[in-house]
């Protein structure tokens, strides 16, 4: 319970104070939090671009997620995306589903906390040119 008052969030909330909640909500199951788009690649226009974060953990379970939604959500009241959560096997596994945002993310991020596990992550051009066309 006192974890949970201390993740009191507000709508202006910056990458800082997301960083330390994330840390806060997922302990040493945090593996990386990870700015990108146009953040990343330094096309940020202020009041008019949001800020996309990726953040890499072990393992996801109900308390976790208990934990993330008010963090999330107030993050989400600032105008920016929810964090896109994936547990580590997941962000191996998933260059397929999500070609575009894995090019994307593999061209230009920005490492915030931890270390992102690259060692075998590949964007098949035939995945994103599916991906393309079904845009």
């Known amino acids: 319970r006192r974890l949970e008052r201390e993740l009191v969030t507000m709508a202006t909330m910056n990458l800082n104070s997301l960083v330390e909640q994330l840390r806060a909500v997922y302990g040493a199951d945090l593996v990386a ?11 940020h226009v202020a009041k008019h671009s949001d800020l996309n974060v990726l953040v890499v953990v072990e ?21 920016n995306p929810p964090p ?42 035939a995945h994103l040119r599916l991906q393309l066309e079904h845009e």
């Open 33 to 43: 939090v990870v700015l990108y788009g146009s953040a990343a690649r330094g096309e």
């Open 84 to 125: 896109l959560t994936l547990t580590r096997a997941e962000w191996m596994g998933s260059t397929d589903i999500f070609p575009m945002e894995y090019a994307d993310i593999l061209a230009h991020h920005k490492v915030l906390s931890g270390s992102l596990p690259l060692d075998g992550v590949r964007v098949d051009a």
């Open 59 to 79: 393992r996801i379970g109900m308390d976790h997620l208990r934990k993330e939604a008010p963090v999330a959500r107030s993050w989400r009241e600032g105008g």
